[in-house]
C-alpha cells in the first residue's frame, strides 16, 4: 500500500456507481481530478466507466459477495497502489409493512445495505494508508420511523451504527468514517413513487423540492476530504428531519 504519487489525485472506490447517487459521486471526484473505481452487479459497469475517461475504470462486482470484493480490491491496489476513499453508496429498497414484507425482502436488505458495506470495508482497510476516508450513504428513515419501510429503515440504522463503531476503531490509523444521509433525491430508486405519494414528501421537505444527486455528490466529496471529521452525521435532505 502506497500514498497517492500525486497528493492531489486520490483512489476512490465507489459502490452501487452505475447510476444515481453514485454514478453522480464517481463523476464529481473525475471532474476534480481524482481517480475512481466504478462497482456495480451490472456488466455495464466497464462501459459506463470508460465514458468517463482514462481515471476510470469499472468493475463488477457484488456488494454481498466477500470473496469478490477482495478480488476487486486486490486488482485497484495493484493498478493504483492503493485505494484512499471507499464509497458505500450500493444499496437497494425493499418496501412494506412488518406484517407483510416477505423474509427474502428483510434479508436481501440487511444483506446489501448494511452487511455490503461491512465487507466493502474488510476489503478495501488492507489497501487504505493514513489519511483514508469512508463515506457511508444512509436514509433519514435510519433515524425516523416511517410506516412499511422496515426493512429499509433497520437496514440504514444498522449502517449507521456500523459508522460509529468504525470511526472510533479506525481512528487510531488516522481512518475517518462519516455518514452522510440524503433526503429524497431523484434517481431510479425514488422513480416509482407515485405522484401523490412524491408531492407528500416534498411537502415535509422545508426546502420543498426533491435533491438531486449532484448536491448530494459535491457533499461526498468534502466530507471525504474534511481532515477533521470522523463519525459524523451529515444531513443533506433539504431539512427534511427537522420536520419529521
Ligand atoms: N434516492 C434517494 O432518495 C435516496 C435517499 C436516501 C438514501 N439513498 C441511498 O443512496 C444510495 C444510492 O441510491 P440511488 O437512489 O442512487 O439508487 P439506484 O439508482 O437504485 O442505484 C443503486 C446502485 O446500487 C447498485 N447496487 C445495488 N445492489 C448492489 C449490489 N448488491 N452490489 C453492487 N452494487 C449494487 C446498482 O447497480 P446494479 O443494479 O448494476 O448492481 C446501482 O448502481 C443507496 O444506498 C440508497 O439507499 C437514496
Not at 422496515?150 to 488516522?174: D, F, H, I, M, N
Not at 401523490?196 to 455528490?217: D, Q
Request: hydrophobic fraction near 45%; include cysteine; glycine fraction near 12%.
Amino acid at each position: 500500500m502506497t500514498q497517492p504519487s500525486n497528493a492531489a489525485q486520490r483512489r476512490w472506490l465507489v459502490t452501487g456507481a452505475s447510476r444515481g447517487l453514485g454514478h453522480a459521486i464517481a463523476t464529481i471526484a473525475l471532474m476534480r481530478g481524482d481517480r475512481v473505481c466504478l462497482v456495480a452487479r451490472s456488466a455495464d459497469i466497464v462501459d459506463i466507466a470508460t465514458a468517463l475517461g482514462p481515471n476510470a475504470m469499472g468493475v463488477q462486482a457484488d456488494v454481498c459477495n466477500p470473496d469478490a470484493l477482495a478480488a476487486l480490491c486486490n486488482a485497484v491496489a495493484a493498478r493504483w497502489g492503493g485505494i484512499d476513499v471507499l464509497v458505500n453508496n450500493a444499496g437497494l429498497h425493499r418496501g412494506g409493512k412488518v406484517d407483510g414484507m416477505s423474509v427474502e425482502d428483510w434479508e436481501q436488505s440487511i444483506a446489501t445495505n448494511l452487511s455490503g458495506p461491512m465487507h466493502t470495508v474488510r476489503a478495501v482497510l488492507p489497501h487504505m494508508p493514513s489519511g483514508g476516508a469512508i463515506v457511508n450513504i444512509g436514509a433519514v428513515v435510519g433515524f425516523r420511523g416511517f410506516p412499511g419501510d422496515s426493512c429499509y429503515g433497520a437496514s440504514k440504522a444498522g449502517l449507521a451504527g456500523l459508522t460509529q463503531v468504525l470511526a472510533a476503531e479506525l481512528a487510531s490509523r488516522q481512518i475517518r468514517v462519516n455518514l452522510v444521509v440524503p433526503g429524497f433525491v431523484m434517481t431510479e430508486m425514488t422513480a416509482t413513487v407515485s405522484e401523490r405519494a412524491r408531492e407528500k414528501i416534498v411537502a415535509k421537505i422545508p426546502l420543498r423540492r426533491m435533491g438531486r444527486a449532484e448536491e448530494i455528490a459535491d457533499v461526498c466529496w468534502w466530507v471525504a476530504g474534511s481532515t477533521y471529521m470522523t463519525g459524523s452525521v451529515v444531513m443533506t435532505d433539504g431539512g427534511l428531519m427537522c420536520n419529521l
